[in-house]
């Protein structure tokens, strides 16, 4: 992956960029740009630079499912910037036939006050736009609904699993502080599973536009893969990923399912 400075560096060096600049028509741009934050920006330039060698977190467990990472993500540009639109944080594009990754680096610093906490974010949202690509590549959307549906358990609850933090061995989802959580996610689920398609049709178009934790789909998929992780470690998760996403969630209620 390459990584494209010129844009954050003239930024740390007191210049503005031009409101007519290319990644606008992407991000919107902020009504005003912040003069004064260059070190705070400077700060998390250096934790951008690390993705010369992803990933960074989860590196084995990656590694094992998706061996021709460096490959697929030697054509994506990093492209730090500031000045989108405070709705706007990363976003995986295509421009002119080429795919960069933009993130804007002065609101990841508005979502916190803790240089800390800047860098988690950075470093999450990274690794879920990253992998994101990666598990479209391998695993295509389907077209019908209930096949929709365990696609997105199975590709984004994996991704959200192995970008949550720096490593699974670390990770609590298997404490009673997120029993509520899981237990409410996996009977979404299945009432999502037992919906006639026009309904599930309605519930799949509203899940980019809901708080995580509402994002059903994706959280019990995350939950699902800390249990394989729980009771078979790597190789677990690597057969469950080898297994694919065909009815991923449908067999959790009908183990019939193939």
Not at 27 to 50: D, F, G, P
Not at 194 to 204: F, K, N
Request: hydrophobic content about 40%; proline content about 5%; overall charge negative.
């Amino acid at each position: 992956m390459k990584i494209r400075i010129d844009v954050i560096k003239a930024y740390i060096n007191g210049d503005i960029p031009s409101p007519d600049a290319w990644f606008y028509s992407y991000t919107n741009q902020s009504a005003s740009i912040a003069t004064t934050r260059q070190e705070v920006c400077a700060r998390l330039l250096k934790e951008c630079q690390m993705y010369h060698d992803f990933p960074l977190w989860n590196r084995e467990i990656i590694n094992a499912l998706f061996p021709q990472a460096d490959e697929w993500l030697d054509d994506i540009v990093f492209l730090p910037i500031v000045g989108a639109h405070p709705s706007f944080d990363a976003a995986l594009i295509s421009h002119e036939q080429q795919p960069f990754f933009i993130i804007d680096l002065l609101n990841i610093a508005d979502y916190t006050h803790s240089v800390k906490e800047m860098c988690y974010i950075l470093h999450n949202l990274c690794h879920i736009h990253l992998l994101r690509y990666l598990f479209q590549k391998t695993f295509p959307k389907p077209e019908k609904p209930l096949s929709q549906l365990n696609h997105r358990f199975f590709c984004e609850g994996f991704l959200l699993y192995l970008a949550w933090n720096e490593s699974v061995t670390s990770y609590v989802f298997h404490t009673s502080a997120y029993e509520n959580i899981k237990q409410r996610s996996f009977q979404l689920l299945y009432q999502s599973i037992m919906s006639e398609s026009s309904q599930l049709l309605r519930i799949l178009s509203t899940l980019d536009h809901v708080e995580l934790w509402d994002r059903f789909p994706d959280i019990a998929g995350m939950f699902f893969c800390d249990d394989v992780y729980q009771h078979q470690s790597t190789e677990g998760l690597k057969a469950y990923f080898d297994h694919g996403w065909k009815n991923s969630a449908s067999r959790l209620f009908f183990p019939s399912q193939p």
